[in-house]
């Protein structure tokens, strides 16, 4: 299994309201150069294409089908299949976004810096990552992890997601280069339709991907099965079937 934009967008509403939070506690009215870095299927481009319509937006990404799907979806914005920590373009840019990836890409103590450094005068640098590694619906992958019979394949999952600084640790990282620092954590809770059936739905876009890469398909449907049991003791439904999935997150802006 690998990223599917199809599977990502299942929840397109609840995954894009952080996305639409971040880009709200930008302060600049005026942009004229703009990436999406990590943008995905492209619906946090389109949030930032319609609060700057004027802006030349470039939108990278590591998957080439979040790539096809972003270009489908925007067509005249201009889309590049690169990693992040790989991607060289100076600026100076107005505002650098990233939404829901930086947790993916390590090293944060030499990248941000890079990124700020690209930061035109007045320019933001805006992240939102989850911040939600101690969620039992994170820590049930590992636990499952450890019950299967393949286990041996999986040893190394738990280490895809970046650990992450506290937000003390981003405002000294990124106070030298940027004259305001903003960092705060929100929770959202998530009432999903279908029980703890939909919280493994939703990390099949996500943070079950580096589990299920290595098993064959066979594999994959025991190590799910093994999961949702272990989410079971954590999640339990309303008496309508709903399911409320908390899921905190962590905001920087960082303007120059």
Request: hydrophobic share 45%.
């Amino acid at each position: 299994m690998s990223w599917s934009s199809e599977q990502y967008l299942k929840f397109e509403d609840e995954r894009t309201r952080p996305a639409r939070d971040l880009l709200n506690a930008v302060p600049a009215a005026d942009v004229r150069l703009a990436a999406d870095l990590g943008c995905g299927p492209g619906n946090s481009t389109a949030l930032i294409a319609a609060r700057y319509p004027d802006a030349a937006i470039a939108g990278i990404d590591n998957s080439a089908a979040m790539i096809a799907a972003a270009r489908t979806r925007l067509p005249k914005v201009r889309f590049e299949l690169i990693g992040i920590e790989d991607w060289p373009e100076p600026g100076p840019w107005d505002l650098l976004f990233t939404n829901a990836a930086l947790q993916w890409v390590p090293n944060h103590e030499h990248l941000l810096p890079r990124l700020a450094g690209r930061l035109a005068l007045g320019g933001s640098l805006a992240i939102q990552m989850p911040d939600n590694l101690d969620e039992p619906s994170q820590t049930a992958m590992q636990q499952a992890a450890q019950k299967v019979r393949f286990a041996e394949k999986l040893c190394g999952a738990g280490q895809a997601r970046v650990t992450l600084l506290d937000s003390r640790g981003y405002y000294a990282l990124l106070k030298p280069f940027c004259r305001r620092v903003d960092v705060w954590k929100t929770t959202y809770y998530h009432p999903l339709a279908g029980g703890v059936a939909a919280i493994v739905d939703w990390f099949k876009g996500t943070g079950l991907i580096p589990f299920l890469k290595p098993l064959l398909p066979d594999e994959q449907a025991i190590y799910l099965q093994t999961y949702r049991e272990e989410l079971d003791r954590h999640y339990k439904p309303l008496t309508d079937g709903t399911v409320i999935l908390p899921f905190p997150r962590l905001f920087i802006v960082a303007t120059r």
